[in-house]
């Protein structure tokens, strides 16, 4: 059986939709280019690879090969770091997908924070 995705041109919910999509950010968004992976939380779902096309305080707008359904919780990793988020819309582009994803969780520097904790936990 395949999953339905919802496909929305602004990072608005379905029913708050309006005839001109809005520009609804919050937070000032930085343009980057990063490779990434992107897992969707409680499936079996394989890992997708991703780019990561820009990102702000409380959220992620990725690139990838194929949708993710609207209202998925998602982990993305990159470099030494972890997003949980959900998705807010998803927007075929070109040959791909643009998905809005808003930043639940963070951690960054997953390493030091890894080695902290053996450290601290070895005190005890």
């Not at 972890?82 to 075929?92: A, D, R, T």
Request: proline letters at 4%; glycine letters at 6%; a neutral charge.
């Amino acid at each position: 059986m395949r999953q339905k995705t919802m496909v929305v041109d602004a990072p608005i919910a379905p029913a708050q939709q309006q005839s001109q999509p809005s520009d609804q950010r919050q937070a000032e968004r930085h343009q980057v280019r990063l490779s990434a992976i992107v897992s969707v939380i409680g499936t079996s779902a394989p890992v997708i690879r991703c780019e990561i096309q820009n990102i702000s305080e409380r959220g992620v707008q990725i690139w990838l090969d194929q949708p993710l359904q609207y209202a998925s919780l998602v982990r993305i990793e990159y470099d030494d770091s972890l997003i949980l988020g959900e998705v807010v819309y998803c927007k075929q582009e070109q040959a791909g997908w643009l998905v809005g994803i808003h930043a639940e969780q963070a951690l960054f520097g997953l390493t030091a924070l890894a080695g902290l904790f053996w450290t601290l936990n070895r005190r005890t």
